[in-house]
């Protein structure tokens, strides 16, 4: 009798309140400056531009060297931040980037 009510509890109690998991992005975006983004803006209209007119070969070597900036620029931007979070002390950077692809468990519960 005890063995049947291990083998049905478990599958009854697994159905009622299955796991599920939750990925945890961090949204620490603080590279993006307000000049990043007008720049990143300025090359999607470049882009439309560039793909509405093929013709023009200014435009593609204007959007090319924008482009190659922009990613500078924020390649750089990027490489800012990291180095003032490597200052920081050991418990503040394990609190700011522990949250990439931590789970959390969600229980669901079921009204049978």
Known sequence: MYNRFECI?????????????????????????KGIKISCTKKRELYSLYRNIKDNIKIKDYYKKYCNIVKRVINEAKENNTSTIREQPLQTRLKLHGKFKKKKKIWKLTVI
């Open 9 to 33: 509890f478990p599958r009854h109690y697994g159905a009622s309140f299955p796991v599920l998991y939750k990925y945890c992005r961090s949204n620490d975006n603080n590279w993006v400056t």
